[in-house]
């Protein structure tokens, strides 16, 4: 991973904002950030070293994966439009394709097929079933390349996307059928809340459980509210909160409403934090 995020910092005009790295779900995220060109030829560089180091294998984690560098999301920031992202996630596509012999799928506002908006839908089979059914079924098959995967490095899943918040909550149990009835009941495709998906998975080397989320749009579904439900089912089940984690960075905005509702402000605003007050200043 240092050697990832060293390829990435190597491109003049692209910052590396943030890593972070679990050992159950063997799994990385970085986020980096900058001008259309810069970013996209981080991402290359960042896709050739993880093909060059990574062969999944022998690659095992709890979380779902189908390549190497698993998903590519661009997230519109400043004054970037998600059309733009759009046009940068197929961009980059194109050029991991035609350099590096990836094969591409796009999801989100990036998708170019009916079914793939989701991303849990292009990953569903993992690299192991994926690989198979890439070589039998149309519908499976890569955007770009294909339809066979690459043998070691699978398929990069890009895409743009709004922003949104990585967030686990970790329980005093080893009890997996207590995350996986938790996380049921508050994602979004079993009735649960809107804009939320989530999994129960074990953390062995912790001796718990955790229920991971992404919540794909903050604003209808806040971090508070989702953590003080996975606290509330926790309490059915005799079990406690042994601690929450955000995966890679979160808006300003998602810990403004947070704070808010936490200490009950009535009359809250995002002008009532300085911060924001002098960034609008600056920017005049």
């Known amino acids: 991973m240092d050697a990832i995020e060293s390829a990435i910092a190597s491109v003049a005009g692209t910052s590396v904002l943030n890593r972070t790295s679990d050992p159950d779900h063997n799994r990385s995220v970085i986020t980096f950030a900058g001008h259309r060109e810069p970013v996209i030829e981080a991402a290359l560089r960042a896709a050739a ?7 999944l294998n022998f690659s095992r984690g709890i979380h ?23 046009e940068v996630a197929h961009a980059a596509g194109r050029r991991i394709w035609s350099e590096l012999q990836i094969p591409i ?10 079914g793939r908006a989701n991303l849990e839908d292009v990953r569903r089979g993992q690299f192991e079933g994926l690989r198979e059914a890439a070589l039998i079924d149309p519908s499976r098959a890569p ?22 918040v990585a967030f686990n909550i970790n329980l005093n149990t080893a009890d997996l059928s207590i995350a996986k009835a938790i996380a049921k009941s508050i994602r979004a495709s079993s009735g649960g809340f809107p804009a939320v998906k989530s999994l129960g998975l074990p ?9 991971s989320m992404n919540l794909t ?12 439900e996975v606290e509330r089912l926790a309490a059915l089940h005799g079990v406690t909160i042994a601690g929450s984690e955000i995966i890679g960075l979160m808006p300003r905005k998602a810990i403004e409403m947070a704070f808010a509702d936490t200490v009950k402000l009535s009359s809250f605003s995002a002008q009532n934090v300085l911060e924001n007050r002098l960034d609008a200043l600056t920017l005049k």
């Open 49 to 55: 070293k993880a093909v060059e180091l990574i062969d």
């Open 143 to 164: 955007d770009l390349g294909g339809p066979a995967l690459h043998p070691t490095a699978g398929a990069i899943i890009v895409g743009a996307r709004k922003l949104l």
């Open 64 to 86: 779902p994966r189908v390549g190497a560098l698993d998903v590519l999301p661009f997230v519109p920031l400043g004054g970037a439009s998600m059309e733009d992202c759009v």
């Open 203 to 211: 953390l062995a080397s912790r001796g718990m459980v955790q229920v």
């Open 105 to 114: 799928y796009f999801y989100e506002a990036a998708a170019l097929r009916p």
């Open 217 to 228: 749009d903050f604003e209808r579904t806040p971090v508070h509210v989702v953590y003080r």
